[in-house]
């Protein structure tokens, strides 16, 4: 009983998510960009490197909480779609490449920090332009998560109408040159859902509310 109590505030994983990736981002601060002089980059990441290995970290530590809420997410899409759930499935493989690509790029941070006073400045620079770089496997993860959420949720009336809309919209501009903002639409996103699958798992008197199935909806 009290672990079914405690799967309710599964969904709040999605709040946690958010709020540990945007303290990592205030901790790491802007990084150097590509045209900036080798000198420049490896000053950053020698006066930066504390500041930037505990953003790396932080960063980890919200990715885990990440794939927990898309499992939570998943579970509710996997209740609501009837046949193969290929959609559903779908949105948790885009989750899980968007995480994999996440931790990557932290990776090549923490490794940037951790290693400038023992490599070439030629060695940082480099790895400072891979860091920077390193967006496609985040953005297609992401658009797939977005894309299969939006259209099984307007198939299924699992989100209101209007947020599948915008979710359907996330999945397809985080592939375009508007990706980054995408990703930060997403964060809001992710706070609301988060609240919504909450409220609805806790259901009346705080029971968990199963999600039916719905008429499909007439979209591809």
Known sequence: MASRGLQRFAPLSGIVFVVLIVLAIVIGGETPDNNDSQRAIVDFWRDNDTAQMWSS????????????FAASFYSTLRRAEDGPARLSAICFAGAIIGAVGLLSSLSLSFATADAVDDVPGSVTQTLTVL??????????????FFLGAGVLALRTRTLPVWLGWVTL???IALVTPVGF?????????????????YRREAGPAGRAG????????SVA
């Open 57 to 68: 970290i932080i960063g980890v530590w919200g990715t885990v909480f990440f794939v927990w």
């Open 169 to 171: 919209v996330l999945g």
């Open 131 to 144: 860091s920077n770089g390193f967006f496609f496997p985040i953005a297609g993860g992401y658009a797939l």
């Open 181 to 197: 903002f995408a990703l930060i639409v997403g964060m809001v996103w992710i706070l609301v859902v988060s609240v919504m699958l």
């Open 210 to 217: 199963p999600v039916e199935p719905a008429a499909p909806a």
